[in-house]
């Protein structure tokens, strides 16, 4: 058996260093593979990885903890953190596929990126000034799976943390990037390791004195009404979805409860919400790895009257129309992108095809 399968750290070797690898697949009788630049790459020539390989490098992920793997093999999947020896910090899925199992990782930046790195100036400095001064209101970040999500959410949670004396309580699953106290408090929770579930660590983060929460998915009716209280009760809320505008958004929102519910739901949604910041990835021109294309929504009186009269459609115009104030749609984005050569044509129309723009 050759030894690299053995020892996790030596598989991590490979991908060690390069900046532009976001995520590493493990699976038994496939071979290495991990995504570079948006694509899979499949080392071959290395050969597939053995069954018992496998076993042998999730339960050194488990830190050779024989009640996890047990865990595991009753829960058929498991999501985890882990931090390699190097100091690099990996989100983990470990699952089953026809019955062998399967390692995704997912590479966590251990100097969080600032919003001035990830986004124009205009654009980190409105959410500066509009959300992250901010005392309380609800601020969704949302994009597919891989979008930059957490990027984003990390570098406003640490732009906080280096500037507020707030107390800053998350709520994840698993923890991400692990951040150290500044100007404010952080406690980070985990689901399973820390508390129970989304619904629990909620209703005792009201209790625990908090300025800003970080709701790390909405999953559910629950998590959705949970993180409108803590908005409506002066908090700061951040929180995910999978969607990919802002319009879409607040629709997906408003899915989570039942029909009969949704005319009050939406009267809160509309004097809770402080924004939204849609996100996507994509190829740089140059090759250098990707960047993130965003769109931005603040919750003004157009767009309060247009949530609560349901008419969602309308407020992408308004989005379209106030770069004054601060917004910007993707399309727009993606054109100053475009103009400044950061990124090509044939990336924008592909944005078109998936319907992102």
Known sequence: MQGIWLDIESVLKLIAG??????????????????????????????????????????????????????????????????????????????????????????????????????????????????????????????????????????????????????????????????????????????????????????SALREDPNVILVGEIRNTETAEAVLDLAETGHLVFSTLHTNSATATLNRFLSFFPSDMQAGIVERLADSLSGVLSQALVKRKDGMGRIAIFELLLNNNAVRNNLKKREIEQIQNIIETSSQNGMITMKQYAKKLLDRQVIDASEAEQLVNNRIL
């Open 18 to 203: 390069n900046q532009n690898i976001s995520d590493l697949h493990l699976s038994a009788n496939e071979f290495v593979s991990y995504r570079l630049n948006g694509e899979i790459v499949r080392k071959e020539e290395m050969g597939r990885i053995w069954d018992e390989s496998m076993e042998i490098i999730l339960r050194q992920l488990f830190k050779n903890n024989p009640q996890r793997f047990e865990k595991f093999l009753a829960d058929k999947e498991a999501d985890f953190a882990y931090v390699s020896k190097d100091g690099t910090a990996y989100r983990v899925n470990s699952f089953l596929s026809t019955g062998r199992i399967g390692v995704v990782m997912r590479k966590i930046n251990s100097v969080p990126m600032t919003l001035d790195e990830i986004m124009f100036q205009n654009t980190a400095d409105t959410i500066k000034k509009n959300i992250l001064a901010s005392q309380k209101g609800l601020f969704l970040v949302t994009g597919p799976t891989g979008a930059g999500k957490s990027t984003s959410i990390v570098a406003m949670l640490e732009e906080i943390n280096k500037t507020l004396p707030y107390n800053i309580i998350t709520i994840e699953d698993p923890i991400e990037y692990v951040f150290q106290a500044k100007k404010s408090l952080i406690s980070q929770r985990e689901i399973g390791h820390d508390t129970w579930s989304f619904d629990n660590a909620i209703k």
